[in-house]
């Protein structure tokens, strides 16, 4: 059955770099959408950084862009997400979500559990 | 980017209630409008697509409906697993956002 496991989170100082991973299992991830979605505590979700099927480039959100790079290990079938420049706004659970269609929608249909980035000096 | 109001952000409720969670878009988004459960240290679940479709798997109490700018998640006879915090999704275009999430506690 389709799996997402991240991996990678923890505390990094103001300035500081990660890199999380995500590995996925029962689908192959350069044939999805793939995005990394994230919760700051207390508030809303927010996408950050996808990429799209086949060879598609990345897209950031203007929060991350510049400071992130999102990609794929096609031979360990995985998405990950390089966090460079962190700043405080950027602690928050991350989560790896696999993007599908069906009847011209598009929608989430599988979420990791995720994954804690904490910013803090 | 559109932006998502969600409404309320918190519902206390008994089990066996029947709730109901409204969005609403900034501009018209037809039926792109999904709906996720989230609760604390587990996998987010998408409950309904395009406004009102279950996803394979989700209960029937779960129903969305909706169109334009104004969409509603309802939520019939509420089970103890029900208790979570749920959010609104439009995928009308590529940059794609989500309502502030409503916070579902028991009464």
């Known amino acids: 059955q389709v799996q997402l496991v991240e991996s990678g989170g923890g505390l990094d100082k103001p300035g500081g770099s990660l890199r999380l991973s995500c590995a996925a299992s029962?689908?192959?991830?350069?044939?999805?959408?793939m995005t990394w979605i994230r919760q700051a505590p207390g508030k809303g979700l927010e996408e950050v950084a996808h990429?799209?099927?086949?060879?598609?480039?990345?897209n950031y959100a203007d929060s991350v862009k510049g400071r992130f790079t999102i990609s794929r290990d096609n031979a360990k079938n995985s998405l990950n997400l390089q966090l460079n420049s962190l700043r405080a706004e950027d602690a928050a659970v991350y989560y790896c979500?696999?993007?599908?269609?069906?009847?011209?929608?598009?929608?989430?249909?599988?979420w990791g559990q995720g994954t804690l980035v904490t910013v803090s000096s | 980017d559109i932006q998502m109001t969600q409404s309320p952000s918190s519902l206390s409720a008994s089990v066996g209630d029947t709730v109901t969670i409204t969005c609403r878009a900034s501009q018209t988004i037809n039926s792109n409008v999904n709906w996720y459960q989230l609760k604390p240290g587990k996998a987010p679940k998408l409950l309904i697509y395009a406004a009102y479709i279950l996803q394979s798997g989700v209960p029937s109490r779960f129903s969305g409906s909706g169109s334009g700018t104004d969409f509603t998640l309802t939520i019939s006879s509420l089970q103890l697993e029900d208790f979570a915090t749920y959010f609104c999704q439009q995928c009308y275009n590529m940059r794609y956002t989500f309502g502030q999430g409503t916070k579902l506690e028991i009464k």
């Open positions: 979500v696999r993007g599908n269609y069906r009847y011209s929608m598009h929608f989430f249909d599988y």
């Open positions: 029962g689908f192959i991830v350069s044939e999805y959408y």
């Open positions: 990429i799209n099927s086949g060879s598609s480039s990345p």
